[in-house]
């Protein structure tokens, strides 16, 4: 159990990682989602549960959060960018919730 986090930490990061590599804007934001669902799927297909689908986070939601699997990791822009969380609610079913957070913005004022 304890090595399928890591792996997942791994694998969250390294897909991260590459897709601050292939350029800005919506590009990247589309290809870290896109590996992010790829990466999901695998994680429910070999947990024997269905692939969950995307769910936009909308202000006051009644959230059941068991336990976290996923969260995408903020990437580098001065304004709100896309994130999601991949979580199990208390009957073990695997949902997905996209949300705004702030990017990480890096000034070369300072």
Not at 13 to 34: N, P, V
Not at 87 to 107: A, F, H, I, P, W
């Amino acid at each position: 159990m304890k090595f399928h986090k890591v792996a997942l930490g791994v694998l969250t990061a390294i897909l991260s990682f590459g897709a601050l590599a292939e350029g800005g804007g919506d590009r990247t934001f589309a290809l870290m989602m896109e590996r992010n669902e790829k990466a999901m799927a695998d994680y429910a297909a070999k947990k024997g549960k269905p692939v969950p689908e995307v769910q936009a986070y909308r202000y006051g939601m009644k959230l059941d959060i068991a336990k976290v699997v996923n969260v995408t990791p903020p990437i580098r822009s001065c304004n709100a960018v896309p994130s999601r969380m991949t979580y199990e609610d208390s009957s073990g079913k695997l949902k997905t919730l996209e949300y705004q957070v702030m990017g990480v913005c890096r000034n070369n004022g300072s």
